[in-house]
């Protein structure tokens, strides 16, 4: 399978290293890999700089299912939608992973709804926040430092779907074929799945 709009990437010890994660788990070789391994080195800059902003929004698994569902939703990212939209359903419920791609709530507690709709502002119209915004992030109970990990944590996402989506990565056919009935009916955007 190529990569996207990319040739297949050139062999290197970055690239191995990325397939053998891969093949690890999920137990494949995903299309999105195949994209980044073209520069292993900026995967890998991405990776820390998502994992240290992550750490510093205090983020669970469960609040990361929220935000890049919601996020990849709104962005319309079928990807990232998919994988972390099964995530999410694992962690929560199928009909909450599902609302939460679709722009809504579920089941998400109040925390999580403030969480969730700061992600979708920030998604549609960073220069539109306003204080009252991060005002309601600490009225859930963020401090700073979190509403700033959050934040770059969404930005770091953000990047990651615009560079798959940009470069042709579709969806791994048994990553859809893997993702509950509600997420999959969920995500009637972006490119489909590949065979």
């Not at 309601?136 to 969404?154: E, F, N, Q, W």
Request: aromatic share 6%; charged share 20%.
């Amino acid at each position: 399978m190529a990569a996207g709009f990319l040739s297949d990437p050139p062999e290197s010890e970055g690239a191995a290293r990325l397939f053998a994660a891969d093949r690890e788990d999920p137990g494949y070789v995903m299309a999105l890999t195949r994209v980044w391994a073209h520069a292993p080195e900026v995967e890998a800059a991405w990776e820390a700089f998502a994992v240290a902003a992550s750490a510093a929004g205090g983020l669970t698994y469960r609040q990361k299912g929220i935000v890049v569902s919601a996020l990849a939703g709104a962005l319309g990212d079928a990807y990232c939608s998919l994988a972390w939209g099964t995530r999410l359903a694992a962690a929560s419920s199928d009909g909450t992973a599902a609302a939460v791609l679709e722009g809504g709530d579920g089941d998400l507690d109040e925390r999580e709804r403030v969480l969730a709709a700061w992600v979708r502002r920030v998604v549609r119209d960073p220069n539109g926040t306003t204080a009252a915004d991060v005002q309601a992030l600490r009225d859930a109970g963020l401090d700073d430092r979190a509403i700033l990990g959050i934040t770059a944590y969404v930005g770091a996402r953000m990047a990651f779907s615009a560079v798959n989506d940009a470069l042709g990565a579709r969806p791994d056919a048994a990553l859809a074929a893997a993702a509950p009935p509600a997420v999959r009916a969920a995500v009637r955007y972006g490119r489909p799945p590949g065979e």
